[in-house]
């Protein structure tokens, strides 16, 4: 099982990255997708999710700025990050939740700030 986030990297406050997440060794159209972010001296929050259905919900921090989205042909789930703030500065991380299972991905680094 592997989930390989990037897209990640140094960006003005205002503007937009889109991070990806491709899944492999597992039923990915099955899955429940979700996205956290730990920034440093933080705990872990969830900024958003996707189920199977493509239902989704996000943190109130995001809100508006940012879109989760799937694409079970590709295997990968997406988070669209616009109006960037340097509070988003953080790791971001994909999660893949299924009945009797839960992986994650190695992280990707989104840093924010002029």
């Known amino acids: 099982v592997q989930l390989q986030a990037y897209g990640g990297g140094l960006v003005r406050p205002g503007g937009s990255l889109r991070l990806s997440c491709v899944a492999s060794g597992f039923t990915f159209s099955a899955a429940f997708m979700r996205w956290y972010r730990q920034a440093p001296g933080n705990l872990r929050e969830l900024v958003a999710s996707?189920?199977?259905?493509?239902?989704?919900n996000y943190a109130d921090s995001v809100k508006g700025r940012f879109t989760i989205s799937r694409d079970d042909a590709k295997n990968t789930v997406y988070l669209h990050m616009n109006s960037l703030k340097p509070e988003d500065t953080a790791v971001y991380y994909c999660?893949?939740?299924?009945?009797?299972?839960?992986?994650w991905g190695q992280g990707t680094q989104v840093t924010v700030s002029s």
């Open positions: 996707i189920g199977s259905g493509s239902n989704t």
């Open positions: 999660n893949a939740v299924l009945i009797t299972s839960d992986y």
